[in-house]
């Protein structure tokens, strides 16, 4: 039988269990929180170091297109060996510190240019290069197209490489005989410059980082472990050391071979097949909730102790009478401590208005002391209960009236107070209980609430007339998509008052032929993203095509309230933007047939003058027809380029210049004389008004050096530099041939050509210098190629 002594025993043994599940609760929710911490934290690292390698792989592949382009313009049987395109590979290699060297392989596995050959770390990669699995995809696995990733090796110097390849590919529009498809191209990357990156992520102590292929091919690690790139992952892939395929892209708990319990996070590197791995021990994460767990257990113990103890008291205090009159002595002061303490002030006086006790508070709102007012007329407190025949409106104050009257400081200064008295039955004489509150703060409360009121109704006429008097269509709308404001425009668009609008969706009130593109567009502004687009629209037998803005309303807890849309009519714009297209269209296809017959007639004009110089004797007349033909084909080349650029305003000078020494080469026999011409060209465009005195400029100078620099049929090179230096843009004709003669003066030429090179320099804003460097040098700054 529950007895009031066994009452206390049962109530602490219940606390006791009830504090027991709210501390287990407590360490499993933190325990939880220190997990989730840990996954997070191991997500974000995992996305930190996928964005830097794809950002590695992305740019590798950018090299190697860059290579291809080289590559490509070299024809295939001329490549092996190839000096011109090592050199060119060496200088793409020499710009990055990622790529240690690269191969050209031909499709039988040979190598047939390397840039590795002279490398002391990694020359050996070259042996033995037909029989790797660098260059084919496997187990099946998405790969992006024309670029593969094969497995890690080690060069006998201890170095570690990784290759990245890609099939040599014919560049778009380039012309028949060049190198075209066939044999692949090996970036080699030195994974020395990656370790640093992998050794820099901060997985704690315990913590791994793992860079592997998706077919399990193991790449990197932080920290290095030698005895995992030992193992054959070829037969056991690296997937099935840890998770499933399906893992990637999730973070996933697990114990993997050294027993350390890891939060794993696998990111796949955009569509490479390259995999990250990033694992955080939890046995730090883990450390302080363990502490935590002995502290909270043995408080758990003290506290159940110390309830049982306190029942076993109470269960005593029971059986003592004593006991029960101490207990309601204590409740006595705790009605007083809370009465003390309470906010507001509360007064007590007899039916005479004669005050029996003050508060703490009561107190403070009066500045008087308890001491001083008891015993004193409430009337001094509240002057306006001092009116005549007071007792009477007792019957007012047994209904628990609430009134607003004047209070009186101790300086007797006036303030507001809110009062309600309630009458309280004591014995015969009744007590009457005053709850008291200065209201002064209240009131400037009340103050400052209207005038905030009548600012909020004076911004919004303002906004009224502001929106009301621009041509935009300005509107507001909740989550439902119903207009909760709406300006002139907007009625008048619609054709309908506001009061019509408001409350209303815009599929209620338009035709909208494209609603779902709309509908989406809606839907990512309620997910808090701002968007801008244009719809048709239709309204009535009124068709326009809209451009909108729209802006969400987000709430202080992130929520979105609404949007706000600001839109116009810019159906005439898009009207006007068609005729302006079609002008263009009109004007390009002019030009474009201007070009293609100015390039016909120079061809002509061209076939005219080698059929007048055939007809003529060796001599001086021969060779003046065959140089105007030269300046011809130059002509006809630059108007050739405008007419397949796709601007038709400007070309670009370094395939112009590449095509123009081809077409010199092949007129003049520089390949059967053994002369190599090449250019070292930057990245320039240049309209016809300059592109012509530029392609004659370096026509004359290339001639001369063919006709003058190579006597007795020795073999050289020669090289046309066009560099830009900032504003300045320099033209540099060298060859490594006989030199200028002695007392060669190039204010005074001797020859027809260089007297026309000289002017052609000054047209562009520069002056022809010569001098001899290892064979004759013809310089020239060009300011208005710039």
């Known amino acids: 039988m529950l007895t009031p002594a066994r009452l206390p025993l049962l109530l602490a043994a219940i606390a006791s269990l009830a504090l027991g599940a709210a501390v287990a609760y407590d360490l499993h929710r933190e325990r939880n929180l220190a997990i989730q911490q840990t996954r997070s934290e191991t997500a974000n690292l995992a996305s930190l170091l996928e964005a830097h390698a794809r950002s590695n792989l992305r740019h590798v592949e950018v090299m190697l297109a860059e290579a291809n382009v080289w590559v490509d313009r070299v024809p295939e049987p001329a490549r092996p060996g190839n000096s011109v395109l090592r050199n060119r590979l060496e200088a793409l290699r020499a710009a990055d510190r990622l790529v240690r060297g690269f191969l050209l392989v031909d499709a039988r596995g040979a190598v047939q240019i390397s840039t590795l050959a002279s490398d002391a770390e990694f020359g050996d990669l070259t042996e033995g290069i037909g029989a790797r699995e660098w260059f084919a995809t496997s187990g099946g696995a998405e790969q992006r197209p024309g670029l593969v990733v094969g497995a890690v090796e080690k060069t006998r110097v201890g170095r570690w490489a990784l290759p990245v390849s890609r099939p040599v590919t014919a560049e778009a529009g380039s012309d028949a005989g060049t190198g075209g498809g066939g044999g692949v191209l090996v970036a080699v990357l030195d994974l020395a410059t990656i370790q640093p990156v992998l050794n820099a992520v901060d997985t704690g102590a315990n913590g791994f980082v793992t860079l592997f ?20 992952w070829k037969k056991t892939p690296l997937f099935e050391e840890h998770l499933p395929r399906s893992a990637v892209g999730t973070v996933q708990q697990v114990v993997v071979r050294d027993n350390t319990e890891r939060v794993y996070s696998y990111r796949r590197l955009g569509d490479y097949p390259v995999v990250v791995s990033i694992g955080k021990s939890l046995t730090d994460a883990l450390a302080d909730w363990r502490q935590r767990l002995a502290w909270n257990v043995a408080l758990l113990l003290a506290t159940s102790g110390a309830l049982m103890a306190a029942a076993a008291a109470l269960s005593n205090h029971y059986r003592r009478r004593e006991a029960a009159e101490l207990a309601l002595a204590e ?4 009605t007083r401590a809370i009465v003390d303490h309470a906010a507001d002030g509360i007064v007590t006086f007899d039916r005479h208005g004669k005050i029996e006790s003050v508060n703490l508070a009561g107190e403070a709102i009066f500045g008087r002391s308890a001491s001083a007012l008891v015993g004193r007329n409430v009337a001094e407190l509240v002057p306006e209960l001092a009116t005549p025949g007071w007792p009477a409106t007792s019957a007012g104050f047994r209904s628990g009236g609430r009134f607003e009257v004047q209070g009186r400081r101790s300086d007797d200064s006036s303030f507001p107070v809110d009062m309600s008295v309630t009458e309280v039955a004591r014995g015969r004489e009744p007590v009457y209980v005053a709850l008291i509150r200065d209201a002064t703060d209240s009131k400037q ?3 400052v609430i209207v005038q905030a009121r009548e600012h909020a109704e004076r911004q919004e006429r303002f906004l009224r007339e502001v929106t009301d008097n621009v041509p935009l269509r300005i509107a507001y709308a909740d989550r439902e998509l119903r207009y909760q404001f709406v300006n002139k425009a907007h009625c008048e668009r619609f054709g309908l008052p506001r009061e019509a609008i408001i409350g209303r969706t815009r599929q209620e009130l338009t035709q909208q032929p494209n609603a779902d593109a709309v509908r989406a567009e809606l839907q990512a502004v309620l997910r808090g993203e701002a968007r801008r687009f244009e719809y048709e629209e239709r309204v009535g037998d009124r068709h326009a095509v809209i451009e909108s803005a729209l802006v969400p309303d987000v709430a202080p807890d992130g929520t979105v309230r609404g949007f706000y849309s600001a839109s116009a009519d810019v159906t005439e714009r898009h009207r006007q933007q068609r005729r302006i297209e079609l002008a263009l269209a009109e004007r390009e296809t002019l030009l474009r047939e201007v070009y293609h017959r100015v390039k016909n007639n120079l061809q002509i004009i061209q076939s005219l003058l080698n059929l007048q110089r055939r007809g003529l004797p060796d001599g001086v007349a021969r060779a003046a027809l065959a140089d105007s033909v030269e300046r011809v084909r130059a002509m006809a080349l630059v108007h050739e380029k405008l007419y ?4 038709l305003s400007a070309i670009s000078l370094r395939e112009y210049t590449h095509d123009l020494l081809v077409q010199i080469g092949e007129a003049a026999g520089a390949h059967r004389r053994g002369i190599t011409l090449r250019a070292e060209v930057d990245a320039v465009e240049a309209a016809l008004d300059v592109s012509v005195p530029y392609g004659l400029l370096v026509a004359e100078l290339v001639s001369n050096s063919l006709k003058h620099a190579f006597a007795d049929d020795r073999g050289g090179e020669v090289c046309v530099v066009l560099k830009r230096d900032g504003e300045t843009i320099s033209l540099e004709v060298r060859d490594n041939g006989i030199g200028l003669p002695a007392g060669f003066d190039l204010e005074q030429p001797q020859s027809m050509g260089l007297q026309l090179a000289a002017s052609l320099a000054e047209q562009l804003g520069g002056t022809l210098a010569a001098s001899n460097r290892g064979g004759a ?9 710039a």
């Open 777 to 785: 040098v013809f310089t020239a700054s060009l300011p208005r190629l």
């Open 213 to 232: 292929l998706e077919q399990g091919w193991l790449i990197a690690t932080a920290p290095v472990n030698e005895e995992l790139f030992k193992r054959n």
């Open 331 to 334: 409740s006595a002061q705790q």
């Open 445 to 447: 409360v009340q103050t």
């Open 644 to 647: 397949q650029h796709g601007s």
